[in-house]
């Protein structure tokens, strides 16, 4: 059987400009994943004697509130990207989610004290629920049928892979090296043009044949 990359790999077949588009979407996600992977290794130095915190060692109840702030920043990411999503545009959305986690490692490099890490966990927390709304809403508005599943599958492979950098490099490298290397890595503009459905839902109809034709050549 005959091996053709024009078909067979998505990176020089008809699809490229998606699933590069995909992956640039997802950029956040590794980030995200990451920020979720920092608590992990870091807790017990938060916990000792050895804290980088002014405040001193932080207690089991301080350490809980430390984890599922998180979560409640998910919460208003879901409704605040959604909304920014739905209402300017995916692309002005995905731009607009790494500022929180920006702003989350900026809190970990300096913060002495810990309602400085409650207000970062939130930060983080937003990052994430703005990734699994606006990404999804991306990737469907710009997937062929026969590949939706799949470059929809992404997002969660990304998170995977950023917590799985969080987890390793938390646990070799100092404290204050981890957030001002991160924050670099992930933050990039999506230079690819915005999604059809947007335009059409917002009666811009003028524009919905150059975005089709964009994606798909």
Known sequence: MVFDISVNCPLFGKYRFEFLSALCANIIAIAHGAGIAWLSPTLLLLQSEDTPLASGA???????????????GGFAGNLGFGFIANRWGRKRALSLIAFPQMCFWIIVTFANDIRFLYA????????????????????SDIASKEIRGSLGSILMLAVNCGVLVGYSVGSYLPYTVVPKKLHNFY???IIWME???????????????????????
């Open 58 to 72: 932080l207690d089991v109840n301080e350490a809980s509130w430390l984890g599922s702030l998180l979560c409640v």
């Open 120 to 139: 970062g966990r939130v930060l983080a927390g937003m990052t994430g629920g703005g990734c699994f709304v606006t990404i999804p809403l991306y990737i």
């Open 187 to 189: 933050y990039s503009k």
């Open 195 to 217: 999604p059809r459905h947007h335009f059409a839902s917002t009666a811009t109809l003028t524009r919905k044949v150059p975005q089709e034709k964009w994606f798909r050549e």
